[in-house]
């Protein structure tokens, strides 16, 4: 049995054991056995015959897993801002293993191999390491792990290809990867988290390695999955709960939860590279409002800079910047910019000067600043793993937030730069442990994305700060929003990127987008308009489309694509009660805003077809069922349950497919029995006031369920001082019972009187504090009826509304509301 010796003096005595560090090795060495251990409060640690570990119980079902081959661990110290805090944990010792036990897991640790096992308390094995466990080549370090009978793997961020990545490799390496394909990897964004999924349980690992990594779920071998790090220590948590949905929330505690971002970036947003001079600009934003398009963001993009240098506008293009923001704003609209991390190498040019006497650019070993080339030609390249450069930047963006400017957009953060091939020699600060670029490129981006949000704070105390960014790593959550690049203007990826951002919400980005209509490439007019009411429901509502190219705005694809997003811009605004609360809960849970099947149904086949993988719950109400604009009728799969056709109200059982239609008029959406959701009245964007009513949609089901409206001024910091309004509102069946609870916080609701409407309910009337109230009923439409532009009978357009909808009024209040009657 190993003793429980002092583990420097183990250390010192099999020092022989412990490869050099600039050692390196043709083959894989292992672990080896364990030598010694020691019990901590927060764990264990020890020694190997080759390398040293350390295991901790961050809470009851969260456990960190340390192996190097140094005397010290080398940690990120950007991505995980949790700290250990695990309750009661027990150890117990055999002859040949050590078991760790928490509230949630079992962890059996063998003291020969130092192979790995994980159980949950009834014994079910949910994830245990091959026995080649950890292990080296030269500087790599890998786990590999046994596969689990019917284990599929999904998650692991920005990455192309099916929701179960079972069969594939993937590498994180972040990427400037313009128009890139569907199946290609890697891209701008890394996530080293996975979720196994499998009959006897569900677990996440995090990798928190941020060297390049490669996750293989099986390719090229049928004996284990495993992932590796180019350098660095192996440093993973393990993380189990008994649903997915816990598993997420759980990896948000370890990395943050976003937080909550200002309502108008929930509203439509309009890029262009790029829209120039500021009389385009301006015509832009008067044809939203003349064509009653809602929309709240228009962006600019490089063309709005001077000779395209950052914290700088163009003097011919934009005379007068701060006026035409101005304009802007009196029309309801917010500006974001575009930054871009290259500093042109320009004397007199003042963020270079400054920059070079401050010592704030990347460098290489002999102290040199590197220099590559991007838009502006010869740049130098912040170093943001510095906090010096940090608050520098975040100083210099006055230049932009005195001019008006509402919202950041940090793009080329990879970093980029022409010929992509940065030499891996450069050096960074890394906060004081200084790195090489091996080691600091997939952090880069998000640093650069925290800079800007801290930058907006700074600039703006008491609002809220939106930044979005391409690149990032795990955490990137807490900063920004997050876009998936450079796409093509295709059907193929316009499916590609639902499966990105249901990725990404899987991997604890809540935020996150593509744009509408394809970056690189035209869009077709039935493409456009089905992109768009795709887009409705996704979390960034964003178009953008590339310089050369034709017009791209809702209105430029004819009358039909015209008033087809019109329906969708609408129906996006109606919803954003919903919207926002939803964002609410996830600034709290952590869980998406788009939510890939699997996270409710994770042991449901069917949801992994390649027929069926793109569906999605948004805002955890509407079943999305993505389409093909080229599609006319449409396989759907329906979970368990029972669900209603969002515009008919048709009524459907789960756990079957069906067939639906898909015109370009309306996409395929249904809601589940039980669920409840909000909307408001038409606006033009979301600093116009709506009509005071809240309309809140009830669906009768046979489970009970909830949903929490949430409300606060949408913009300031006041929510994190009590000024919000959240309510439980509750359905009981088997009671017949609808409560809206007793409001919580000192916010006055911006709603004066509520609009019960009642899907699938027979009841006639409905009872609120003793007094009946006799419901009426409405020919009710989430959109509305096209233009018959075209006289030719075959061209009509199909208008579905739900007939005789069942509605009541009543007056608003802060009080509990109870409605009984419901059958």
Known sequence: MPQKLNLEEIAMNSKSSFPKKNSSSARSVGMGAVLSWQKSSTGIEGVTESARFKITVYSSGTIRVQACKFDEFDPNPYSVVAKPNPGTFALAETLENLTLTTDKLKLELNLTSFALSFFDLNGNLLNADDSLGISWIGTEVANYKQVQVNEKFIGLGEKTGNLDRSGKAYTNWNTDYFAYGTGDDPLYMSIPFYIGVHPKGVYGIFMDNTHKTVFNFGASNNRFIYFSGEDGDMDYYFIHEPTIAGIISSYTDLTGKMNMPPKWALGFQQCRYSYYPDKEVLTLANTFRDKDMPADVIYLDIHHMEAYKVFTFDGVKFPDAKSMIARLKELGFKVVVIMDPGIKTEKGYLPYEEGKEKDLFIKYPDGIHYEAQVWPGWCAFPDFTKAETREWWAEKMAFYTEAGVDGFWTDMNEPASWGQFTPNLIEFDFDGNTASHRKARNIYGMQMARAAMEGSVLQRKDERPFVLTRSGFAGIQRYAAAWTGDNVASEDHMMAGIRLINSLGLSGVAFSGYDIGGFAGEASKSLFARWMSIGTFSPLFRAHSMINSNDAEPW?????????????????????????SSFYSSSQTGLPIVASLAIDYPNDQNV????????????????????????????????????????????????????????????????????????????????QNHDGVLQIHLYSGIEESSFTHYEDDGNSLAYQKDQFLKRELSYFPEEKKFILEEAEGSFISEFQSLRIYLHGFQTEKITIKGKSIILKNENYTFLGRLTEFDPLPEHEHPFLAISGLKYFEYPNSSETIVISGLF
């Open 556 to 580: 430029a694809f004819g009358e039909e694509v015209e008033e087809i997003s019109r329906n969708y811009m609408k129906l996006r605004y109606k919803i954003l009660p919903t919207i926002y």
């Open 608 to 687: 992994y077809k390649s027929l069926y993988q793109n569906q999605y719950l948004f805002c955890n109400t509407f079943l999305v069922a993505p389409v093909e604009s080229y599609k006319e009728i449409i396989k759907v799969y329906l979970p368990e349950g029972t669900w209603y056709n969002l515009y008919t109200d048709g009524f459907q059982p789960g756990l079957k497919s069906i067939y639906a239609d898909s015109p370009l008029n309306y996409l395929p959406v249904y809601v589940k029995g039980g669920s409840i959701f909000t909307m408001q009245s038409d606006i033009a964007h979301t600093g």
